[in-house]
C-alpha cells in the first residue's frame, strides 16, 4: 500500500523536514507526495529525486490554507486509500494533520522518530526527555496519520522521477472562514541556519544578560556557526523564537553542538541530544547538560567564551 | 464575548515521573498541578475578557482530584470551570479530547476558544487544530501575541523564520504560545473567591463522546544512552581546550 506524504512549499521548495519523510516513505515502497503550494519543475524534480512517483499537488487556499488543504486531502485519502499519510511536524503541517485526523476521524500519533510500515504501521516516540522509548501500534483502519520529528530521517536522493502530477485548485476560503495574513516579518533569514549549519552554538540563561549573547555571535562568526538558544532566553526576549532549540523549538543535528549556560533541561536535551558532538560549558559540575556532553568545561561563559572567540579570531 | 480557556492538570513536573508497567499511561496522582503552559493560555482570555466585557470559563478534562490546579487557574480571575471527568475517557488520545472539548464549547457557547500550542505532558500538539476541525472554525495556532482589532482578532503567528500578522474573524481557536504574555499571579482575594467560584461537571454521556484511542503501546525500552565524556575545570585555559576538540572534529 502506497504511504502518502504531505509536503508544504517552502520559499526554497518542498522543506528539507518534509524531504526526510519522504525519502523514508520511499524506503518502504511505493511514495506519493501531497505538496502545497504551486510546484515548479524543479520542486518535482526534487520530489521524484526523494522518491515521490505521484505528486497531488494542492495550490492556492488563500494566506492560511490548512483548512482547504485539510478538505482537498480527506477527499483524495477517501478515494485513494493510502495505507498511511506521514507529516513532518512543521507548523502547516501540523495544522493539516491535526485537522485531517478530525476530519476523517482516525487518530494521529505526534513526535515519531521513527515509523515502521508493514501490513500495520509502528511509531516510536521518545519519552522523558529521550531516555525511553516508547513504540505505539496503530488498532484500527487506515490509513494512519503520524507527524515526524525534524531530522528524525536523513533526506536521500535515490535518483526517481515523478510519473503523475495531478493539480487540486483550493477554493480560498475554507470550510472554516478565511483568516488573513496582513504581514510577514522574517527574524532569521541571515547567515548560518540551524537546519544546515555543521556548528551550532547556543545560549542560555547562564549568559545573565541579553547584550551578552553577543558572545556567542563573537564565537560564531569565526566558526561559521548558526547561534541558538533556550526557549528560557527566548521566553525573556533577548533573542526571536526562530533561535530556539527544543521539543517546542527546533531539532538539530549539527556535527559540534555547543551548549553555553545551559542546564540540559530535558526539553531542550529532545532537540540537540542527536548531534554528533556535544560541547558544554557551565558554572555549575552538576549541571545535567554535563551528562550528554563530549566535553564539558566547568567554568564562566564570560571568561571562555570572549578567550575562544579571540584565539579563533587569531587563528584566521 | 465569551471565552473558553483550555487547561489541563498534570503530574507536577518537578517530581520524577513514571510510566504505569501495565498500562503505559503516566502515572497520575491525586495532587495535580496546573500545566504551566496553560498560565498563558488563562492570560490571554482574561485579557481579551478585559478588553471586550467579555467573561472567560475554564474547560478542563481530566481525573478532577484534589482540583489543585483547577484553584489555581481560578484564582487567577476565571469567573468559572466545566470539568469532564470520566473513567470512560481514561484512554483518550488527541482526537478524543478534541471531541471532549469541542462538545463542552458548542454547550457553553463562545468566541474564541483559547489552548496552548502544545501541553506539557502529553505534547501532542494537535488538540487546537482538531477542536477547530469539529467547530469548524478557523485555527489561529502558534500566536505569540494577541488583541482585538475591531470586531476580528490580530495574531502573530510563529513561522519557521518569524512571524505572520494574522486577522481573523470570530469565532476561532487561538492556540498561544509560552511567553504570549506575562501571566498574572492570584491575589490573596484571587485565591479566597476561587473557593467558592462555579464549578461544573460533565460526563462523556452528557457530550455524546465515546473513547476509542485506535492505538495502543507495544513496548516501552530505554534509549540508547549517550556517555558523558571529559569535563575539565576551567582555570583559564578551557578555551584552548575546546578549540583543540574543534579541531579534532574538523569543523575549523
Ligand atoms: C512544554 C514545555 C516545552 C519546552 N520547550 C523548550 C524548548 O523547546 N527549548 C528549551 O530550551 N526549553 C524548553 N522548555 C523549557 C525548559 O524546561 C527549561 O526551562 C529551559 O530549557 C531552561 O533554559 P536555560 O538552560 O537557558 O536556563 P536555566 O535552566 O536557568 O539554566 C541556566 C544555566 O546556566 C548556568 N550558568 C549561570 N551562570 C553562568 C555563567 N556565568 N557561566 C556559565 N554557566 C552559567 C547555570 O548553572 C544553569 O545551569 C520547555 C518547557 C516546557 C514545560
Ligand atoms: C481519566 C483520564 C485520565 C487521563 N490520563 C492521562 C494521562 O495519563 N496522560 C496524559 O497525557 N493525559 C491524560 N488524560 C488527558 C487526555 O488524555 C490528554 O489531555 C489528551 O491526550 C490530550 O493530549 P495532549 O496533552 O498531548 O494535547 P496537546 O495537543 O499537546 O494540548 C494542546 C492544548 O490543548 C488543550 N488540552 C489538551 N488536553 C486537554 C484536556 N485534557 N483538557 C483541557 N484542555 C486540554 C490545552 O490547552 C493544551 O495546552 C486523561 C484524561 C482522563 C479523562
Given amino acids: ?316 | 464575548m465569551q471565552i473558553l480557556v483550555c487547561v489541563k492538570q498534570i503530574p507536577d513536573p518537578a517530581s520524577p515521573s513514571s510510566l504505569d508497567p501495565d498500562t503505559s499511561r503516566l502515572v497520575r496522582p491525586p495532587e495535580q498541578v496546573l500545566d504551566d503552559t496553560d498560565r498563558y493560555g488563562i492570560e490571554v482570555g482574561l485579557q481579551l475578557a478585559e478588553q471586550t466585557e467579555g467573561a472567560v470559563t475554564l474547560l478542563s478534562m481530566g481525573p478532577t482530584g484534589t482540583m489543585q490546579g483547577i484553584r489555581q487557574a481560578l484564582a487567577m480571575g476565571v469567573g468559572k470551570a466545566v470539568l469532564i471527568d470520566d473513567p470512560a475517557l481514561e484512554d483518550s488520545d488527541a482526537l478524543t479530547t478534541a471531541k471532549v472539548l469541542a462538545a463542552a464549547a458548542r454547550r457553553e457557547g463562545f468566541d474564541v476558544l483559547v489552548t496552548g500550542v502544545e501541553s506539557t505532558d502529553g505534547y501532542s500538539g494537535v488538540v487546537p487544530q482538531m477542536t477547530a476541525e469539529l467547530l469548524g472554525v478557523p485555527a489561529l495556532t502558534f500566536a505569540r501575541r494577541v488583541e482585538m482589532d475591531g470586531p476580528a482578532l490580530r495574531i502573530e503567528r510563529q513561522t519557521a523564520s518569524g512571524f505572520d500578522v494574522v486577522l481573523s474573524p470570530l469565532p476561532a481557536v487561538l492556540s498561544v504560545t509560552a511567553g504570549a504574555v506575562e501571566p498574572r499571579y492570584p491575589t490573596f482575594r484571587g485565591i479566597m473567591a476561587a473557593r467558592s467560584k462555579p464549578v461544573d461537571t460533565l460526563t462523556a454521556a452528557d457530550l455524546s463522546v465515546s473513547c476509542d484511542p485506535g492505538q495502543t503501546v507495544v513496548s516501552v525500552a530505554p534509549a540508547p544512552e549517550r556517555q558523558a565524556g571529559e569535563v575539565v575545570e576551567d582555570s583559564g585555559t578551557g578555551h584552548l581546550r575546546i578549540v583543540e576538540f574543534l579541531e579534532a572534529a574538523r569543523v575549523v
Fill in chain 1, 1 to 316: 500500500m502506497a504511504v502518502w506524504v504531505f509536503a508544504e512549499a517552502t520559499e526554497r521548495g518542498p522543506g528539507e523536514p518534509a524531504l526526510e519523510v519522504l525519502s523514508k516513505a520511499a524506503s518502504h515502497g511505493e511514495a506519493v507526495a501531497v505538496y502545497l503550494g504551486q510546484a515548479s519543475g524543479e520542486a518535482l524534480a526534487v520530489l521524484g529525486a526523494h522518491g515521490a512517483s505521484t505528486v497531488y499537488n494542492l495550490t492556492g487556499g488563500g494566506d492560511l490554507p490548512a483548512a482547504a488543504a485539510t478538505a482537498a486531502l480527506a477527499e483524495l485519502v477517501e478515494r485513494e486509500s493510502p495505507g498511511a499519510v506521514l507529516f513532518a511536524q512543521t507548523y502547516t503541517s501540523r495544522d493539516v494533520a491535526g485537522r485531517l485526523a478530525a476530519r476523517i476521524d482516525r487518530p494521529v500519533i505526534s513526535n515519531a522518530v521513527d515509523v515502521a510500515i508493514d501490513d500495520g504501521c509502528t511509531v516510536t516516540t521518545e519519552v522523558f526527555g529521550g531516555t525511553q522509548l516508547v513504540r505505539t501500534a496503530f488498532t484500527g483502519p487506515g490509513p494512519h496519520l503520524v507527524l515526524v520529528r525534524p531530522k528524525s530521517f536523513s533526506a536521500e536522493e535515490r535518483g526517481g522521477t515523478v510519473s503523475r502530477v495531478e493539480e487540486y485548485p483550493l477554493p480560498d476560503a475554507g470550510h472554516a472562514g478565511s483568516p488573513q495574513v496582513v504581514d510577514t516579518t522574517v527574524e532569521q533569514a541571515e547567515g548560518p541556519q540551524l537546519g544546515s549549519a555543521k556548528v551550532i552554538i547556543s545560549g542560555g540563561r547562564g549568559l545573565g544578560s541579553a547584550e551578552a549573547y553577543s558572545l556567542i555571535e563573537s564565537v560564531a562568526e569565526p566558526l561559521g556557526a548558526a547561534t541558538g538558544a533556550t526557549r528560557a532566553i527566548v521566553d525573556a526576549g533577548w533573542v526571536p523564537y526562530a533561535k530556539q532549540v527544543g521539543q517546542t523549538g527546533k531539532t538539530v543535528k549539527p556535527e559540534v553542538y555547543i551548549a553555553c549556560g545551559v542546564s540540559g533541561a530535558m526539553q531542550h536535551l529532545v532537540g540537540m541530544k542527536d548531534s554528533k558532538r556535544i560541547v558544554a560549558i557551565n558554572k555549575d559540575p552538576e549541571a545535567p547538560i554535563f551528562s550528554v556532553a563530549d566535553l564539558g568545561i566547568v567554568g564562566d561563559v564570560h571568561h571562555v567564551l570572549p578567550r575562544l572567540a579571540e584565539t579563533l579570531r587569531s587563528r584566521d
